[in-house]
């Protein structure tokens, strides 16, 4: 069955970095575009950015553009979220998710990342 | 970018009603929409995919419909287990923008 895996997550002092991890089982991970979604505690879903089965194309919310970049390792079924000049609004639990025709469908259980002095 | 603006952002209701939440998109999206539902502390669940077709293992009650800018998501008759908040994702075009969710709560 389908499972994604992240991890990473944790508390990082503000202009600090972490790199987030998600590894896909139960599937052809090569074969379909990936994307990373955050919730903030208390508030509702939103989309942080996808990247394209081969990794030859991403796209990124204007709130992490610059500062986040999303990668993937076909060789190694893991996709990535490096987030650098961290800020205290970037606190949200970051979910990966699965990309199919017709939107997204498996998702992964989050990872909380805290960002705090 | 595309606003999708979902109302009402809560509701109370009994077991058995029939509840219907809404999603209105600033630009047309065609059918590209799903329908999320989650629980406190767990990942989003997927009910319904391009507007209104329902996701494999989703009880037959929850249904949605529409196309262009205005989509509904309709739960026949609910059940204590529906109890959660729902929301709507576009994905027509990037970025994609979610709904700001449902809470539907216990009357």
């Known amino acids: 069955q389908v499972q994604l895996v992240e991890s990473g997550g944790g508390v990082v002092q503000p202009g600090r970095s972490l790199r987030l991890s998600c590894v896909a089982s139960g599937f052809t991970f090569s074969s379909h575009g990936m994307h990373w979604v955050r919730q903030a505690p208390g508030k509702g879903l939103e989309w942080v950015a996808v990247?394209?089965?081969?990794?030859?194309?991403?796209y990124y919310a204007d709130s992490v553009k610059g500062r986040f970049t999303i990668s993937r390792d076909n060789s190694n079924d893991t996709l990535y979220l490096q987030m650098d000049s961290l800020r205290a609004e970037d606190t949200a639990v970051y979910y990966c998710?699965?990309?199919?025709?017709?939107?997204?469908?498996?998702w992964g259980q989050g990872t909380l990342v805290t960002v705090s002095s | 970018d595309i606003q999708m603006t979902q109302s009402p952002s809560s509701l109370s209701a009994s077991v058995g009603d029939r509840v219907t939440i809404t999603c209105r998109a600033s630009?047309?999206?065609?059918?590209?929409l799903g329908w999320f539902q989650q629980k406190p502390g767990k990942a989003p669940k997927r009910l319904i995919y391009?507007?209104?077709s329902l996701q494999s293992g989703v009880p037959s009650r929850f249904s949605g419909s529409g196309s262009g800018t205005e989509f509904t998501l309709t739960i026949s008759s609910l059940q204590p287990e529906d109890f959660a908040t729902y929301y709507c994702?576009?994905?027509?075009?990037?970025?994609?923008?979610f709904g700001q969710g449902t809470k539907v709560e216990i009357k």
């Open positions: 994702l576009q994905h027509n075009s990037f970025p994609w923008t």
């Open positions: 990247i394209w089965y081969d990794g030859s194309n991403k």
């Open positions: 630009q047309g999206i065609r059918n590209d």
């Open positions: 998710a699965r990309e199919t025709p017709r939107g997204v469908d498996y």
């Open positions: 391009a507007a209104s």
